[in-house]
């Protein structure tokens, strides 16, 4: 796993847990936008394994699609999870009145939670974040 593949998986893993949040709290547009994020993220950490960076959404979905879904490097369905959830995120972040309901939200953390652990399986264990590490300082 390179350091930026694991930047890009905490970043997944922190998107996730506000997407759970987010929805616990009854914001499922933006717990749905979260849940895009973590699988973007994921996608893109997917992306830098084959030393592949996009500039935009658009190119990193196409890109996860063409190098991973298709050649069923990962399973196809997740390009399909990927895309549907950038159209949440776009409702849920423009949309005047998004209809996205607490159900869709949970499933799109659902997708995200797949995404994270075929990124665990097949890139590595993501890596703890700083509270699940807990302090290992020397107070002493």
Known sequence: MTDAQRALLLKAQASL???RLLQGAGFAAFSASRAYYTMFYVAQAFLEGDA???????AVISAF???FARPG?????????????MAARHEGDY??????????????????????????????????????AGDTTDEG
């Open 17 to 19: 847990e506000a997407a």
């Open 52 to 58: 592949l960076a996009f500039s935009s959404h658009a």
């Open 73 to 85: 490097r990962v399973p196809v369905e997740l390009h399909r999870y990927l895309l549907e959830a």
């Open 95 to 132: 949309a005047l009145r998004p209809g996205i309901s607490v159900s869709d939200a949970a499933e799109h953390i659902m997708r995200a939670e797949q995404f994270c652990a075929v990124a665990a399986r097949l890139i590595g264990p993501l890596p703890l974040t700083d509270s699940d």
């Open 65 to 67: 699609g063409q190098h």
